[in-house]
């Protein structure tokens, strides 16, 4: 079925004229050209001239006047008509930016002097060596306009935020990270979240954000997020980026495959004039301030440098024709943590180190090296066609970069490495007058190799088993339990799409094959996971392996609690990873998840006015999901499929679904009530369908009890399964045996992908030359939310532990269904302001007051249960992880006197819930909300300590060195308020925590940046 699908996009592709205009990569100019008394000029000759690289696009003005560009590559544009019988008329200081449409109206004056009609003649009777005189008579017989200021876009449907080339080098990035630039935009913030800290839009899951790189795909398969993921934000020099666009909501049928925002960043391509810039950039510790604890205390310092050098190049190959351009980026950083040296009990420390880690309490260095190249190459093949190749390699290397939690010890750590690199390329051609091609395609690989550098157990060639305990310290100690794993993917993307102008319509037709495959080794649990109840716990059974505690309070240490009495402890939790069928683990670990996802889209822009706009549009969309590497019928759980038990049928067929009924109507209205270009109306309304990550499939393939299993013991279920085995030692496992109720993974037979219904209405308006002020709320319903449940939970009477095996005493354990009954619900108030740049300044900024609520926030995890109790799932519907009432951005742009520019943004976003229990304490896992009569305690009631706010300046100063090289002194300063910052809460779940790039603790102190960069 895979191949029938990729065989039948690639048909598709091939029988498309290939084209479209689609606004990843280019814009738009459209307008009217009108007479002194406003009568619509037919027949005009239109050009559109690139001043950078003089790529000219010619059209004529229609029946209305009308005239459109399509496809235009970035950059400033000169639009100039052209009649017999009128002066040239020209509108100079349009700046054509990715997904803009430029709105202008050309106003033409007939002409009335012969001399003037003469120097008309003459231009025809010029040939083309005559470039210079030509120029100058065209100069002569030319109206100006003036530069253009478009501060109201009324053609734009869609709710989006353009980040200029200036706002990107300008603003104060720290870290350099282009994705930063997103949360200067409505809706876009920063969760931290039990996934690790995700970018949010509008309240949606970080992993249905869809990013994409010059149109291109720029996200990872299997984990959901973008390349590199949370490990590796350096992945361009910032200074070859010329802008970055965020779409929030309201995007048209060409964007696809995220039910949540798009963020796409364009980079720079070579001109006529040969351009570069170099750049070094210095931070140490010794210009940081100190970190402000939990309790309002002072952190001490650490060692910490970065250093950051890179440099661009481009220009032209042939002029007019060929043109290059380059960008490299490399960055060394490292920081020493002097944590405190009692943060664990010196009876911990010491028997660790009889097992051979010594240096539990000892600093923890974590470095952070990377680097980043871009080398695009652009050709004007003619002026129908326009040829771009571009290639792209980053990659970063990360020790101990996968916790950042002070109680931990230094052995819980692993070493994170991303490593990717693309190659794509565009085509753009004219077909006729009416048709407009474009063609994009992509190959890309990224490898993201983790692995462990910490000692093995003293005399033994294995590492020490993943290890917590005691919630009150939160220690953990050895391998992380998903370490080692060997990890890469590949991805084939090609996009065709066509745009047609057919009067008042512009028709867009697209088709687009994307196709990934991700293969991975992932031992899991292979090395053991264990979590202890208390220190003391742990003491005491890895003393005597029988010790067991009681739910009365008493201990006993021959495993047996009194009568009346319940063991509790104090092993709460042992998994143990292993392979089946004669498999080893690394065997059954190992797995390619190919997946294809075609897609089709067809929009209709229709004018039905000159100042009203309605925008139609229906995507289809596939996700086809790899088939299971077992057989339905030769699974372990083969004979529970199509059965029922305690009234509850086997959720599963077998299969991974594959969602092949996404269908996507979008629709979008844009009215300007004046006429006059000083205000709009936007409304937008549409459905949008997510990918589901690769993580989320992978468990169902190999862990089914017939790849590999995950073995489970506990001091509870001791009585049934055996006691756990003595710590640090493993369950010795017979991989051709049959396994004993193992746990088991499986997708729901009905799931369906995550889908959005997005609503939005904004009203912007020009309140004084070129600033502008407007207002939006935003609705978003979420359906088919995915959900990871236990659906043999011993409160559902675990109807599936029995009835396998000769004797029907076989059965599963926990049974892990990946099904699509969540929802959520967000509401968002923006009111924001722009004001374009002028009298040497840029001001920008937004204010969101919003509310998220939702069943599950579950972004990728699929080894821990989210709920309180099984029975009753509607007791989760609150408010999300991922809900933060306040929201406010804004950022300066100011060329101060004496050469400075002085730049800043704000920041700031307003505390993430907390769970609580009945009696207000935090509530540790989602089971603490269990009250003592047995009823549920709404989730997230509370307020995590985790409001955040930054203000970051960047001030500069040129120095003019020559006619063409510019000097630039850099001084940064980011959180100059120092604010505290948290990275999460003083109380959570981590312990029972399964994720990786978990951060805890002080947030970043105040810091400073010097630099130096030079222009030419």
Not at 228 to 252: H, I, K, S, W
Not at 491 to 503: F, T, V
């Amino acid at each position: 079925m895979r191949l029938v699908l990729a065989a039948l996009a690639m048909g598709l592709l091939a029988l498309l004229p290939a084209v479209a205009q689609s606004q990843a990569t280019t814009g738009i100019i459209e307008g009217t050209v009108v007479d002194e008394t406003g009568s619509p000029i037919p027949a005009v000759q239109i050009e559109m001239i690139n001043k950078a690289t003089n790529y000219t696009k010619n059209v004529n003005s229609d029946a209305r006047g009308r005239f459109r560009g399509l496809l235009l590559p970035l950059g400033p544009y000169r639009v100039r008509g052209n009649k017999e019988g009128f002066y040239i008329s020209q509108q100079d200081g349009l700046n054509v930016s990715v997904g803009k449409t430029v709105v202008v109206k050309i106003e033409m004056k007939p002409i009335e002097n012969q001399e003037i009609a003469d120097l008309f003649s003459q231009l025809d009777e010029l040939s083309a060596e005559a470039a210079e005189e030509r120029a100058e008579i065209i100069e002569s017989i030319t109206v100006a306009a003036g530069d253009f200021q478009q501060v109201v876009e009324t053609a734009r449907v869609e709710s989006s935020v353009s980040l200029s080339e200036e706002e990107v080098q300008g603003l104060p990035n720290n870290g350099r990270n282009f994705l930063d630039f997103s949360l200067l935009t409505p809706g876009v913030t920063i969760a931290q979240g039990p996934d690790g800290a995700v970018i949010s839009v509008n309240g949606q899951k970080g992993i249905n954000n869809n990013v994409s790189v010059d149109g291109a795909d720029f996200n990872n398969p299997f984990f959901g997020e973008q390349r590199g993921g949370q490990r590796a934000p350096f992945t361009f020099n910032l200074d070859a980026v010329q802008e970055v666009v965020v779409v929030g909501d309201g995007a048209p049928a060409e964007f696809g495959r995220s039910s949540s925002g798009f963020i796409n960043v364009i980079t720079k391509s070579g001109t006529n004039q040969l351009k570069g810039s170099g750049h070094f950039f210095l931070r140490d510790d010794e210009l940081n301030a100190k970190a402000e604890n939990p309790d309002g205390s002072l952190a001490e310092k650490f060692p910490f440098s970065q250093n950051q050098v890179g440099f661009t190049l481009g220009g032209p190959i042939v002029k007019d024709k060929a043109f290059f351009f380059v960008s490299f980026d490399l960055q060394e950083a490292d920081s020493t943590k002097q944590l405190d040296s009692a943060r664990i009990e010196d009876r911990v420390v010491s028997f660790f180190r009889d097992l051979g880690y010594p240096d539990e309490n000892a600093p923890i260095t974590r470095t952070n090296n990377a680097h980043a190249f871009l080398a695009k190459f652009d050709w004007n093949v003619n002026q129908s066609n326009l040829l771009t190749f571009r290639f792209t390699d980053s990659g970063s290397e990360q020790e101990n970069g996968t916790f950042d939690v002070d109680s931990w010890g230094r052995s819980a750590n692993a070493v994170e490495v991303a490593d990717t690199w693309s190659f794509s390329g565009q085509l753009n051609s004219v077909l006729t007058g009416s048709l407009i091609n474009e063609l994009r395609f992509q190959y890309s690989r990224e490898d993201r190799p983790r692995s462990y550098n910490g000692p093995n157990l003293a005399g033994q060639n294995r590492p020490l088993p993943d290890t917590a305990f005691d919630f009150g310290r939160g220690y953990r100690f050895g391998m992380p339990f998903f370490i080692p794993v060997e990890y890469h993917d590949t991805r084939l993307q090609i996009n065709n799409n066509l745009s047609i102008i057919a009067g008042n319509h512009l028709i867009k037709i697209g088709v687009e094959a994307n196709i990934t495959e991700a293969t991975q080794t992932f031992v899991g649990f292979a090395n053991g996971r264990w979590i202890f109840s208390s220190t003391d716990g742990f003491f005491n059974y890895a003393a005597n392996p029988s010790y067991v505690e009681c739910s009365d309070g008493s201990a006993s240490f021959d495993g047996v609690c009194p009568e009346g009495t319940d063991i509790t402890g104090p092993v709460l939790l042992y998994l143990q990873q292993a392979g089946l069928g004669g498999r080893t683990v690394e065997e059954a670990g190992t797995q390619t998840i190919d997946v294809v996802e075609p897609a089709f889209f067809i929009q209709d822009k229709w004018d039905l006015a000159p100042n009203m706009s309605l925008n139609v549009g229906l995507r289809w969309e596939m996700q086809e999901q790899p088939d299971p590497i077992t057989p339905p019928n030769e699974v372990f759980f083969a004979d529970f499929i199509g059965t029922t038990r305690n009234g509850m049928a086997f959720p599963s067929d077998g299969t991974i679904p594959s969602d092949d009924q996404m269908w996507q109507p979008r629709i979008g209205f844009t009215w300007d009530p004046g006429g006059k270009g000083k205000e709009v109306l936007r409304m937008s309304a549409g459905i949008y369908y997510a990918r589901i990550p690769g993580l989320a499939v992978a468990g169902t393939r190999n862990t089914n009890g017939s790849v590999g299993q995950s073995i489970f013991r506990n001091s509870e279920l001791t009585p049934v399964l055996g006691p756990p085995p003595a710590y640090p030692d493993i369950l010795a496992v017979d991989s051709n045996a049959t396994p004993f109720r193992p746990d088991v993974t499986v997708y729901d037979k009905n799931f369906r992908n995550p889908r959005s219904d997005q609503f939005s209405i904004t009203y912007e308006r020009e309140i004084f030359p070129q600033t502008s002020a407007y207002v939006k709320v935003t609705h978003i319903k979420g359906r088919n939310q995915t959900r990871f449940l236990n659906l043999n939970d011993p409160l559902l009477g675990s109807p599936w532990s029995t009835g396998l095996g000769e004797d029907g005493q076989n059965g599963i354990g926990n049974l892990t269904v990946v099904e699509s009954g969540g929802e959520s619900v967000y509401t968002g108030f923006t009111l924001g302001f722009n004001k374009l740049f002028s009298d040497r300044l840029l001001v920008q900024g937004h204010y969101t007051y919003a509310k998220d609520k939702s069943h599950d926030d579950n972004e990728r995890d699929p080894f821990s249960f989210r709920y309180a109790r099984i029975t009753d799932l509607e007791a989760e519907w609150g408010y999300s992880d991922r809900d933060q009432r306040h929201r406010f951005s804004t950022w300066i742009l100011w060329q101060a006197p004496y050469a400075f520019n002085v730049n800043m943004r704000f920041n700031y976003r307003s505390a993430q819930p907390l769970s609580l229990t009945e009696d207000g304490t935090p509530a540790n896992t989602p089971q603490d909300r269990i009250n003592a009569d047995g009823s549920i305690f709404p989730r997230n009631t509370g307020r995590k300590d985790n409001q955040f706010s930054t203000i970051d300046l960047r001030i500069s100063r040129n120095f003019q060195l020559n006619d063409r090289v510019t000097l630039e002194a850099v001084f940064e300063v980011f959180n100059a308020a120092n604010s505290k910052n948290l990275l999460a809460p003083s109380v959570t779940n981590l312990i029972f925590n399964f994720d990786g790039t978990v951060q805890a603790g002080t947030g970043t102190p105040r810091q400073m940046q010097l630099g130096l960069k030079t222009r030419f």
